[in-house]
């Protein structure tokens, strides 16, 4: 299984947005669900959003209202969309399938 690729990581100020996407092999992407976790200096990675292989969605009660998870079946990619960021959003995201983890994107919000 070929390790996912997340991208679009960066710097933002508190109520920017941000864009991560997370490309994925044929072999992963149509057969599990995706989910994007993240994990911040000192704490557990935590579950924010995941997307089944039919598109129901689900969120952390932390990012609801904020974040979207969406997918493009002919890319192959997951998306997560971030607005209304904050500071406490800062973490490295990750997506995963299955037990495949992708390497991680740095989102840092600050002013």
């Known amino acids: 299984q070929v390790q996912p690729v997340e991208s679009g990581g960066g710097l933002v100020q508190p109520g920017g947005s941000l864009r991560l996407s997370c490309a994925a092999s044929t072999s992963i992407f149509s057969i599990y669900n995706c989910d994007w976790y993240r994990q911040a200096p000192g704490k557990q990675r935590e579950l924010v959003a995941g997307?089944?292989?039919?598109?129901?969605?689900n969120y952390a009660d932390s990012v609801k209202g904020r974040f979207t998870i969406s997918k493009d079946n002919a890319k192959k990619t997951v998306y997560l969309q971030m607005n209304s960021l904050k500071p406490e959003d800062t973490a490295v995201y990750y997506c995963?399938?299955?037990?495949?983890w992708g390497q991680g994107t740095q989102v840092t919000v600050s002013s």
């Open positions: 997307i089944t292989r039919g598109g129901t969605t």
């Open positions: 995963k399938y299955a037990a495949v």
